[in-house]
Nanobody, 124 residues
Framework: QVQLVESGGGLVQPGGSLKLSCTTH????????MGWYRQTTGNGRELVAT?????????ADAVKGRFTLSSEDHGATVTVNLQMDSLRPADTAVYYC????????????????WGQGTQVTVSS
């Protein structure tokens, strides 16, 4: 069973920084590509950042140069971090950790797994 445990998020002023973390079992990373999505009220989830099948980070244009995707190997678990700098009010959303099966095309998302979501609010 895929478990994605998120932490981080909260309230920050414009220009500030936050880090989101998603911890999962090491076996999950071998089977799934990890990434982060976000969703605002009334809108669908949009890609923020993801690892490619070659394990390189890929960013949405809206966050390039401000967000950094990384991973930490802790043996039995892996933590996927999203460091968010120079935050803007437009970044306000619920952020979701995502695990996408490596065997499926990027747009085949019916078997994706999701974290519980964490609120990020950028406001003065």
């Amino acid at each position: 069973q895929v478990q994605l445990v998120e932490s981080g998020g909260g309230l920050v002023q414009p220009g500030g920084s936050l880090k989101l973390s998603c911890t999962t079992h090491t076996e999950t990373v071998g089977l799934y590509i990890m990434g982060w999505y976000r969703q605002t009220t009334g809108n669908g989830r949009e890609l923020v950042a993801t690892f490619t099948p070659e394990d390189r980070p890929l960013y949405a244009d809206a966050v390039k140069g401000r967000f950094t995707l990384s991973s930490e190997d802790h043996g039995a678990t892996v933590t996927v971090n999203l460091q968010m700098d120079s935050l803007r009010p437009a970044d306000t959303a619920v952020y979701y950790c995502n695990a996408h099966p490596r065997t499926l095309a990027a747009d085949q998302m019916e078997y994706d797994r999701w974290g519980q979501g964490t609120q990020v609010t950028v406001s003065s």
